[in-house]
C-alpha cells in the first residue's frame, strides 16, 4: 500500500534560517508527490506538486522539493525562512487514481 | 481560479442532531469531491469519494450511513453527519477535481462540536 512517512513533527527554524522538511514515501510504482500547507483553522493551500516531470519542483512561497527516486524522497526545502511561514506543513502522495494519502503533518515554528 | 467554499465553516449542535454541510466548488464544476476528517494536531484521513450523480466510495471503517453524501450537482457536495455525537466533533474538510489526475483543490474547512 502507498504511504508517506514525515519526520519530525515539530520543526524550529530561527528566521533567516534554511528550512527541511522531509518526507519520504513508499511505493512500487511511480508517484504522484505533493506539499501542502496549513494555518490554522483553515483548508490547505497546495505549495508545489511533482508529476513526473522535472525531479526539482519550485513552488509558492520561495519553496523547493526535490523528487530522489534513489532515496523515495521529497523534501521540501526554502533557503531563508520567514516569519510567516510558521504553519503546519503536509506531504502527500497520490498514484493516479485522485485519491491522496497524507503523512502526519509537521509544524513548523520560525524562532525571531 | 478553482475555489472550493464550505457553510458553515463552524457548528456546534446537541447530540443526537443531524447537521449538514455543504462543499461548493465555485468557479470551475468538480468532476469529483473528497471529503476529509482532521482531529486536532492530526493529519487529514480521507472519508469518501463522490462523483456526480453516484453514489459515493467510502473509505474502511467509514460509516456510510453516520456520514451521508450527497454529490447533487457539479458543483456542490453535501456531508450530513446524522445522530452526532461528541466523538463526531471534529475538522470537516472538503477537496475538488477538475478532471482526472489533477490537483485536489481544498476548502476552508467546517469546524463540527458536537455537545
Known amino acids: 500500500a502507498q504511504s508517506v512517512t514525515q519526520l519530525g513533527s515539530h520543526v524550529s527554524v530561527s528566521e533567516g534560517a534554511l528550512v527541511l522538511l522531509r518526507c519520504n514515501y513508499s511505493?512500487?510504482?511511480?508517484?504522484?508527490l505533493f506539499w501542502y500547507v496549513q494555518y490554522p483553522n483553515q483548508g490547505l493551500q497546495l505549495l508545489l506538486k511533482?508529476?513526473?516531470?522535472?525531479?526539482l519542483v519550485k513552488g509558492i512561497n520561495g519553496f523547493e522539493a526535490e523528487f530522489k527516486k534513489s532515496e523515495t524522497s521529497f523534501h521540501l526545502t526554502k533557503p531563508s525562512a520567514h516569519m510567516s511561514d510558521a504553519a503546519e506543513y503536509f506531504c502527500?502522495?497520490?498514484?493516479?487514481?485522485?485519491?491522496?494519502?497524507f503523512g502526519t503533518g509537521t509544524r513548523l515554528t520560525i524562532i525571531p | 481560479g478553482a475555489v472550493v467554499s464550505q457553510h458553515p465553516s463552524w457548528v456546534i449542535c446537541k447530540s443526537g442532531t443531524s447537521v449538514k454541510i455543504e462543499c461548493r466548488s465555485l468557479?470551475?464544476?468538480?468532476?469529483?469531491m473528497f471529503w476529509y476528517r482532521q482531529f486536532p494536531k492530526q493529519s487529514l484521513m480521507l472519508m469518501a469519494t463522490?462523483?456526480?450523480?453516484?453514489?459515493?466510495?467510502?473509505e474502511q471503517g467509514v460509516e456510510k450511513d453516520k456520514f451521508l453524501i450527497n454529490h447533487a450537482s457539479l458543483t456542490l457536495s453535501t456531508l450530513t453527519v446524522t445522530s452526532a455525537h461528541p466523538e463526531d466533533s471534529s475538522f470537516y474538510i472538503c477537496?475538488?477535481?477538475?478532471?482526472?489526475?489533477?490537483?485536489?483543490?481544498f476548502g476552508p474547512g467546517t469546524r463540527l462540536t458536537v455537545l
Open positions: 502527500a502522495v497520490s498514484f493516479g487514481n485522485e485519491k491522496l494519502t
Open positions: 477537496s475538488a477535481n477538475r478532471g482526472r489526475n489533477s490537483e485536489q483543490f
Open positions: 468557479d470551475f464544476q468538480a468532476t469529483t
Open positions: 463522490s462523483n456526480e450523480g453516484s453514489k459515493a466510495t467510502y
Open positions: 511505493s512500487s510504482v511511480p508517484p504522484y
Open positions: 511533482y508529476t513526473s516531470a522535472a525531479t
